[in-house]
Nanobody, 122 residues
Framework: QVEIVESGGGLVQAGGSLRLSCTAS????????MAWYRQAPGKQRELVAS???????NYADSVKGRFTISRDNAKKTSYLQMDNLNPEDTAVYYC????????????????WGQGTQVTVSS
């Protein structure tokens, strides 16, 4: 029983900032990679940023220098700090968590949140 919940989306003017949060809950034994994806209207879902269990990070070229991904293992939460936003960042942002869960038995895999809308006005 695992649940992934995102929050922090909203409407912001160009040049503004938002911080997205993603919290995993349930029978979780360990968390490996955590990542943020986004999908704009008419486009495929793309990887925005990821962070490993050893805190190594990777970013899409389009967000380098503007977005920062982090994680708090005690809270089982990842964050995506988005600065200097522009209208091209408008999309639904999804959290993805690679984890191992188990109560009576164990299961490993990637779990998705429902997504949170980010809209940047010009």
């Amino acid at each position: 029983q695992v649940e992934i919940v995102e929050s922090g989306g909203g409407l912001v003017q160009a040049g503004g900032s938002l911080r997205l949060s993603c919290t995993a809950s349930g029978s979780i034994l360990s968390i490996w990679d955590m990542a943020w994806y986004r999908q704009a209207p008419g486009k495929q879902r793309e990887l925005v940023a990821s962070i490993s269990s050893s805190f190594n990070t990777n970013y899409a070229d389009s967000v380098k220098g503007r977005f920062t991904i982090s994680r708090d293992n005690a809270k089982k939460t990842s964050y995506l700090q988005m600065d200097n936003l522009n209208p091209e960042d408008t999309a639904v942002y999804y959290c993805n968590v690679d984890l191992v869960s188990g109560w009576e038995h164990t299961v490993a895999g990637k779990f998705w949140g429902q997504g949170t809308q980010v809209t940047v006005s010009s």
